[in-house]
């Protein structure tokens, strides 16, 4: 996990010092005010991992507002959510930092392992599950896209906050389970800007 984390680190980097200097030799920094981008990472909590897209449409050169959509690739859910995005070094450099409060509403299946006595063998075997899980909560995130070509960047984005409303199955006493929960996302997203 270090060792990740180091390289996403380097990469970001090497990557921001090289659009910096490819920033210095351009006279035009007009990147364009919509953003669509493709997530081939996208994770929720509670073993979400998936696919998305997001569109963003910058409103002026500190603010833009973002709609993201993930497919989870390992169960049946689908999240969506709307973000707006606080750039307060502005939005049309070449490296762009901002913070993204947003709402996020998710629903689908849930997948987990039980494991359950089986009389006939004697002992505990091990079942797959799903149940349904719908929840809706706040998050603030955190954003770096970096340019790395005219109107091409690479980005990523992760955030914490809470499910206000969260409707899961409780695996113990099969009935709901409505209490505040965790919420939290990371994604990487490869983007263009037009």
Do not use: C, W
């Not at 090497?14 to 920033?23: G, I, P, R, V, Y």
């Not at 999240?79 to 998710?106: D, M, Q, T």
């Not at 984005?157 to 929960?181: A, P």
């Amino acid at each position: 996990m270090k060792k990740t984390l180091f390289l996403i680190s380097v990469t970001f980097l090497t990557l921001s010092a090289f659009a910096q200097k490819n920033e210095s030799k351009s006279n035009n920094n007009d990147f364009g005010k919509n953003i669509i981008a493709f997530h081939p990472l996208h994770a929720v909590a509670d073993n979400f991992v998936g696919v998305g897209f997001s569109y963003e449409r910058l409103v002026n050169n500190y603010i833009g507002i973002k709609v993201p959509i993930m497919k989870s690739i390992n169960t049946n859910y689908v999240n969506v959510g709307l973000e707006a995005k606080l750039y307060p070094a502005r939005n049309n450099g070449v490296v762009k930092y901002a913070i993204a409060p947003s709402i996020n509403f998710g629903t689908g299946d849930e997948k987990y392992s039980d494991y359950v006595y089986d009389p006939v063998l004697g002992y505990n075997v091990q079942t797959f599950t799903k149940s349904p899980r719908t929840h809706f909560g706040f998050l603030l995130n955190q954003t770096l896209n970096v340019t790395i070509m005219k109107q091409m960047y690479i980005g990523i984005d992760g955030g914490l906050g809470i499910n206000y409303f969260d409707d899961k199955s409780n695996r113990n006493f099969n009935s709901n389970n409505n209490n505040i929960t965790l919420a939290a996302q990371f994604h990487m997203a490869l983007g263009f800007r037009f």
